[in-house]
């Protein structure tokens, strides 16, 4: 099994580009999320999924939207890239985020987006 | 909300020396805590987690955490420090939103650095 994987790894974008990040899991797992990871702010949870078909904001919703289409991919887009959205993003999964369940995630790799 | 505070930026230890990476958490409830690990380049592994039962929990490489609920405290530990433990640490705890599904919510890490 391969995980969680992401696609890019590495990202430049010029102010006001767009893109979409990818994240796949082969684990059949019910639950997904984005996080940004910035110097001193630990992770911070921008959008997530409870199933195909589903997403809901996290804390840092504002200028990213999220796609769940299928199953196994959690699709991460910026419609206008500001510099202030430079960062490290990491997808996550699991299968344990049901009532009672203890939400243990698994995360990918990681995508490094500077914009200029 | 529940959060997680890690009042320690950098840990510096010598190898072969025990080490303690501590956490703090403020929940309504009983908290759910975990520890990940990030090494340079890479996404965050589970190293441990505290659901119920006994308050010392063990977990990958070593690592051990102390749950201490009269200090609402979840503080990581291993008794003998390797050069290769060197990565930054997060504590985290699990949040129910009102639709019943969970997410986690990360503490601001905590680099240790054990040196040789």
């Known amino acids: 099994n391969a995980g969680v994987t992401q696609t890019p790894k590495f990202r430049v974008l010029k102010t006001g580009q767009s893109m979409t990040l990818l994240c796949a899991q082969d684990?059949?797992?019910?639950?997904m999320y984005w996080y940004r990871q910035d110097p001193g702010m630990g992770l911070r949870l921008i959008h997530y999924?409870?199933?195909?078909?589903?997403?809901a904001k996290g804390e840092v919703p504002d200028g990213y939207n999220v796609s769940r289409l299928k199953k196994q991919n959690f699709l991460l887009g910026l419609e206008s890239a500001a510099p202030s959205q430079t960062s490290v993003y990491f997808c996550?999964?699991?299968?344990?985020?049901?009532?009672?369940?203890?939400?243990?995630?698994?995360f990918g790799p990681g995508t490094r987006l500077t914009v200029l | 909300a529940q959060s997680v505070a890690q009042p320690e930026d950098q840990v510096n230890v010598a190898e072969g020396n025990p080490l303690t990476v501590k956490c703090t958490y403020s929940v309504s409830g009983n908290p759910y805590l975990f520890w990940y690990v990030q090494y340079p380049n890479r996404g965050l592994q589970f190293l441990l987690k505290?659901?119920?039962?006994?308050?010392l929990v063990k977990g990958s490489y070593g690592f051990e955490a102390e749950f201490n609920k009269s200090q609402t405290s979840f503080h990581l530990k291993k008794p003998s420090a390797l050069v290769s433990d060197s990565a930054l640490y997060f504590c985290a705890v699990r949040d129910i939103g009102a639709s019943g599904y969970s997410t986690l919510t990360f503490g601001k890490g905590t680099m240790l650095l054990v040196s040789p």
């Open positions: 505290y659901i119920t039962g006994d308050n």
């Open positions: 996550a999964s699991t299968d344990r985020a049901g009532s009672g369940g203890s939400n243990e995630q698994f």
């Open positions: 684990m059949n797992h019910e639950y």
């Open positions: 999924s409870v199933g195909e078909g589903t997403t």
